[in-house]
């Protein structure tokens, strides 16, 4: 699959879920490549943002989108990598801070 | 009195605001060490996740560490350096 079809896709996926992709296209693109490249070398799409083991099962929390989105989109408006968000953090009603990590640090590879 | 950086940034390769900090650096043509920690065997991964976890408990990258080196004794300097008004 190549970046913009990944893109075609997450975008009806965020669409589905009443949420959107970040409307920083540059950025989401880097975003698309980190997946692909994680589903290449791993065999799933794994966080680009964070440190994957490389065992499914370690990672099953952090495989995009992981299981710390809905909480995180709800309190800051956005997920941890910053590619899901709310409309009103695309349209900067929500002030764009750094999302802390919710994932607990012993999962962390 | 000698004063010496040493900037090391911990990354993934995959992250896009890793790169965002590189391109900043790197704008500024400011050297630094590049540790792409997702390219690393899983010995030296253990290892540099570790040395991380010392700056940055949480282990986010991007993460940049910015050290002063202090050879010599310059109190104007030490002071500076260490926030001491």
Sequence with gaps: ?????????????AASQGIELNRDKE???????????????YGYRSCPCRLASGIKEKDADIICPCVYKDPDIKEYGSCYCGLYVSRQWNEGKIKHIRV?????????? | MEKRKRIRLYALSTCPRCKQ????LEKHN?????????????GEQWVTSKELKKYNPDATYPTLIVEEVILDFDEESLKEALGIK
Excluded at chain 1, 1 to 6: A, I, K, Q, W
Excluded at chain 1, 27 to 41: C, D, P, S
Excluded at chain 1, 100 to 109: D, G, I, L, T, V
């Design chain 1, 1 to 13: 699959m190549t970046p913009e079809g990944l893109y075609e896709v997450l975008s009806k996926y």
């Design chain 2, 30 to 42: 400011i050297e630094y060490e590049d540790i792409e920690v997702d390219l690393l065997d899983s």
């Design chain 1, 100 to 109: 802390p990590e919710r994932r607990p640090k012993e999962k962390q590879a």
């Design chain 1, 27 to 41: 950025y989401v693109m880097g975003i698309m490549r980190g997946l692909l490249k994680n589903q290449e070398r």
């Design chain 2, 21 to 24: 900090v590189k391109q900043f």
